[in-house]
């Protein structure tokens, strides 16, 4: 069993930055990818950014060279700076946890956090 907490979100002017957080606990040892998910009003929910437990990194497209997401080993931890945001990037954002246990997959997803960029 695995908890996740998004925090960080809010509102921002267009060309301004937000680093999100998503806090986890329960069983975080049988995780093996992490990542943030967004979902704009009336859209299916995409792929922002991933991170595996050895680090390697994916991005979106929309995301690369703006966004980066990181891992704090430490505190159990994945964070999400957004630099230079776009009114496109507005959506709840949302954060994944992928375990791999024995023949199955198993998703555990947050609560979402709200990011408006607008002027």
């Known amino acids: 069993q695995v908890q996740l907490v998004e925090s960080g979100g809010g509102l921002v002017q267009p060309g301004g930055s937000l680093r999100l957080s998503c806090a986890a606990s329960?069983?975080?040892?049988?995780?093996?990818?992490m990542g943030w998910y967004r979902q704009a009003p009336g859209k299916q929910r995409e792929l922002v950014a991933t991170?595996?437990?050895?680090?390697?990194?994916n991005y979106a497209d929309s995301a690369k060279g703006r966004f980066t997401i990181s891992r704090d080993n430490a505190k159990n931890t994945v964070h999400l700076q957004m630099n230079s945001l776009k009114p496109e990037d507005t959506a709840v954002y949302y954060c994944?946890?992928?375990?791999?246990?024995?023949?199955?997959?198993?998703?555990?997803w947050g609560q979402g956090t709200q990011v408006t960029v607008s002027s």
């Open positions: 994944n946890a992928h375990m791999i246990v024995g023949m199955r997959f198993v998703d555990y």
């Open positions: 329960g069983s975080i040892f049988s995780i093996n990818v």
């Open positions: 991170i595996t437990n050895g680090g390697s990194t």
